[in-house]
């Protein structure tokens, strides 16, 4: 089981997608839910607890999460000295990577970072000078020993060019992404009206998609390498394993659950605070027992439901776009399903000629790479 460990709801940074949106969205509430929006800043529960609720299962896997997770750079160190976990992963703004020693980032399989492409882009959507620091960063904890996965991971709304973003962070002088990962800035707001969504998703966001999947094989048969751009890995990777039937990709509600700062756990860190949703606390709980959440309507009764998955429970449950403007997000996802789709004969014929593998499709899943955007 993996589970997001919500260290802070505190943030440092004022994103144009998060910040800027709940500032927007300040009068809009969620009807028909329950949520506590008074949870405490910090972790309040006994690190002691998590190592008992966490020891109940020998692949129990930690993400550091927040708000910012590194803000809480002792209470990361004090549960990673302290909790029986296979793995630990940290998903980060990486502004304060610089401030956790060496000996506990090398301790961590997987860094997710916060970085949206370029940094005329990235600091566009987070605020100036954040790209160069946390490139910077990036430079010291590679210089510093650590050989895990450092995953970009992309937030990706209308100032987004997806193709040449994308490229931009395999192949440049600043620091070259061994993997990434995006999630589109969809249906998480009630912000359609104010968005121009339709256009670009339809002219720049899906022709882009598919460019990216041609590139993404042309790879393959140029140089032997499967580039880790996750979307697609996880895609592929069903299509040619022939599992054309899955849960969310995310694993949310059914693998990959989240602890908030008071212990209750959720199906998902966005649905911090909704009540509705709670399914236990660490002092009681069985990691490997928790109550199962899964999408409904109109996903369940989709043609790509097998290999989308649903998406985004968080989403699916709040519905705060629209069904008419979801069907945007829906068409994206279609999109990318069948661009991979279209590409799978020939990636099926470089597997067969011994040019790639198919273990290089393979990758360590719902460590907060979506998979599907």
Not at 230 to 235: S, T
């Amino acid at each position: 089981m993996l589970f997001h460990v919500i260290l802070t709801t505190e943030y440092n940074l004022k994103c144009k997608y998060c910040f800027g949106e709940a500032l927007e969205d300040f009068d809009s509430v969620f009807y028909g839910f329950d949520v506590d929006y008074s949870l405490p800043k910090r972790i309040g529960y006994d690190v002691g607890l998590l190592d008992k609720f966490c020891g109940q299962d020998s692949d129990c896997v930690l993400v550091f999460y927040g708000g910012e997770p590194l803000l809480c750079l002792d209470d990361v160190k004090r549960i990673m000295d302290t909790v029986r976990a296979r793995r630990f992963v940290v998903q980060t703004n990486g502004l304060h990577l610089d401030g956790l020693e060496s000996t506990y980032v090398n301790r961590l399989s997987v860094i997710l970072v916060s970085v949206d492409g370029d940094e005329g882009l990235t600091d566009f959507y987070r605020g100036r000078g954040v790209f160069r620091k946390v490139v910077d960063n990036l430079r010291v904890v590679r210089r510093n020993g650590f050989s895990g996965e450092v995953i970009a991971r992309m937030t990706v709304m209308e100032e987004t060019d997806i193709y040449k973003q994308v490229l931009w962070l395999l192949n440049n002088e600043e620091f070259a992404f061994s993997a990434v990962h995006w999630q589109l800035n969809a249906g998480f707001w009630s912000d359609f009206e104010r968005r121009k969504f339709k256009e670009w998703s339809e002219k720049s966001y899906n022709p882009g998609i598919r460019r990216l999947v041609r590139f993404w094989v042309d790879q393959m048969e140029k140089r032997g390498a499967v580039l880790r751009l996750y979307p697609f890995l996880g895609v592929a990777q069903s299509l040619l394993f022939g599992e054309e039937k899955s849960l969310l990709r995310c694993g949310a509600g059914w693998i990959n659950y989240a602890i908030q700062t008071d212990g209750y756990i959720v199906p998902c860190p966005s649905m911090w605070g909704m009540r509705d949703f709670y399914l236990g606390h660490i002092s009681t709980a069985d990691p490997l027992r928790l109550k199962k959440v899964y999408v409904g309507e109109p996903c369940t009764n989709c043609k790509i439901f097998g290999l989308c998955g649903g998406r985004c429970l968080y989403a699916n449950v709040t519905r705060r776009w629209s069904p008419e403007a979801y069907k945007l997000v829906c068409r994206t996802v279609e999109n990318m399903i069948d661009a991979i789709k279209a590409e799978t004969p020939r990636i099926r014929q470089l597997i067969k000629n011994g040019k790639i593998k198919m273990e290089d499709f393979e990758f360590m899943k719902y460590v907060g790479c979506e998979i599907i955007p």
